[in-house]
């Protein structure tokens, strides 16, 4: 039998806006940091594979997302001054 697992994932740049950042928090440390958007996404969905094959290896339970997901859409050139 096969379980399906979603998983929110957050992406934003970073302070320096030199680098992308992602997190996925139902995963507990689960974060990395990407030269761009698509490397973040690539490096996050990498860690959240490799959470799960952890977890899986040492017959502990896979945490449950119960993340209640918004969205937000805005232009930020709207705050540039």
């Known amino acids: 039998m096969h379980h399906i697992r979603t998983f929110t ?3 934003y740049p970073s302070e320096d806006g ?9 995963l ?9 958007k ?3 996404l690539e490096l996050i969905e990498d860690r959240i594979r490799a959470r ?3 977890a899986t290896l040492e017959h502990k339970p896979i945490p449950e997302d ?3 997901t918004k969205f937000l859409w805005m232009d930020v050139e709207d705050f540039l001054v």
């Open 9 to 11: 994932i957050t992406i």
């Open 18 to 26: 030199r680098t992308v950042q992602a997190d996925c928090h139902a």
């Open 28 to 36: 507990t440390g689960c974060a990395v940091t990407g030269r761009t």
């Open 38 to 40: 698509a490397e973040a």
């Open 52 to 54: 799960i094959v952890q």
């Open 66 to 68: 119960r993340t209640s």
